[in-house]
């Protein structure tokens, strides 16, 4: 298949999602998806895919991954029973990061829906690419949830493949460590994880490059520990030499990339100088493999370059990329896009800390390193 050819694009989203909130202040807004979605909307690409309002997950379906009983915490947890049903907020969930909103289940349920949802499609070959902003939740874990993230979408989509193929790639490109998914499956071959991410004095603090799997899954975790500033060129320089040295070893049967848009220039809570250019190239990259690929969300805390970012690589997806006018359509929130209404995210001139030392030469050897050490 060439490039430019047309792929099956399915693309999850429902409704509601955008109207639940965290809580004051908190910077996970989930209103970036439907600001993302107006946008989408807004440049005409509902009706050159397959938009679909994905069935809700299920308890039961949660728990392929979770545990019963933090499942079932979940379920029934509010805003006033938090305090006592986490013992003092010592399990389940812990801090602040994590608040037990109004809504939390049917929001979990609405994003592992998708991701599960994008995953059966996929397997049963009835579309190419299929698309999910409202998952990409990768810190949470069996029986806890952590950073923002409370059921693990991307494991369960993950699972929902493994029914299928034999081998998934996971790529992770948020500028946090994919640590709840990396974990899930350290330990089998099965699905390899690759995640780029700021390393050192950030959440969640793991994923060194010395941590790369466990028994079978020896070399099947790759971690690539970056720092602040990274540009589109350096960032480049090591995601397409090691991603295509993964699929020339790995040879995975299909690809799912959380799409985390805190990687980008001047986000609330990142640290890197991507563009919105440098960002879509990852998934303008995977899409040239032809191998069968979910798009997930993530993080992206800035919410007016979330939802430019994820609509603009909605297009990626389609192909029609160099058709779009950069200058926004009229949209819901057109007057939020001043004052350049324009659809792009721009870098700044920060220093780029992993060129300054050599630090990102020293990844991508030791990551093709670790990948060569895996085919013999
Ligand atoms: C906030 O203002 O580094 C939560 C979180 C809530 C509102 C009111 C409470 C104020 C920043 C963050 C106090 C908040 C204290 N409110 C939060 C070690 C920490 C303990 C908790 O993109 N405090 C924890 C998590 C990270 C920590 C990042 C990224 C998710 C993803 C995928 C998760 N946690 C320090 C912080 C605020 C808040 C303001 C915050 N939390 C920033 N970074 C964190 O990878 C979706
Ligand atoms: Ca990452
Ligand atoms: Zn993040």
């Not at 829906?113 to 397997?123: E, K, N």
Request: hydrophobic content about 35%; some cysteine.
């Amino acid at each position: 298949m060439a490039s430019a050819s047309k792929r099956k694009v399915d693309y999850f989203h429902d409704p509601d999602v955008g109207a639940y909130t965290y809580g004051i202040g908190h910077p996970m807004k989930p209103h970036r998806i439907q600001v993302a979605h107006e946008l989408i909307t807004a440049y005409d690409m509902l009706d050159k895919m397959q938009v679909l309002r994905a069935k809700r997950a299920s308890a039961e379906q949660m728990t392929r991954f979770h545990t019963d009983e933090y499942v079932h915490f979940l379920n029934r947890v509010t805003p006033e029973t938090a305090e006592e049903l986490t013992y003092h907020g010592t399990r389940f969930l812990v801090g602040e990061d994590n608040p037990a909103f109004e809504g939390l289940f049917e929001f979990c349920s609405i994003s592992a829906g998708g991701s599960i949802g994008a995953a059966q499609r996929i397997a049963a070959g009835s579309s190419d690419i299929a698309v999910n902003w409202a998952g990409g939740l990768h810190h949470a874990k069996k029986r806890e949830a952590s950073g923002f993230c409370y059921i693990n979408d991307i494991v369960l989509g993950i699972l929902e493949l493994l029914r299928t193929y034999p081998r998934v790639l996971y790529i992770d490109i948020d500028c946090h460590h994919g640590d709840g998914v990396e974990e899930a499956f350290y330990t089998t071959d099965r699905v390899m994880t690759c995640s780029f991410h700021k390393f050192g004095e950030y959440f969640p603090g793991t994923g060194t490059q010395e941590d790369r799997g466990r028994g079978k899954g020896k070399g099947y975790a790759v971690n690539i520990p970056l720092k602040d500033g990274i540009t589109d060129e350096s960032y480049q320089s090591v995601f397409e030499p090691v991603i295509s040295k993964i699929l020339e070893v790995y040879r995975p049967s299909a690809v799912v990339l959380q799409c985390g848009a805190d990687s980008l220039s001047g986000d609330k809570l990142g640290c890197f100088n991507l563009t919105m250019y440098g960002h879509s190239h990852c998934v303008q990259f995977l899409r040239q493999q032809n191998v069968p690929l979910i798009l997930l969300g993530g993080g992206g805390y800035t919410v007016k370059n979330v939802g430019r970012t994820w609509a603009y690589e909605t297009a990626c997806a389609l192909g029609i990329e160099n058709e779009i006018d950069t200058n926004l359509p009229w949209n819901p929130y057109f007057e939020w896009f001043g004052p350049r209404y324009r659809l792009e995210v721009a870098g700044n001139n920060m220093d780029d800390l992993n060129v300054k030392d050599g630090s990102l030469d020293r990844v991508r050897i030791n990551a093709l390193e670790q990948l060569r050490e895996l085919n013999p």
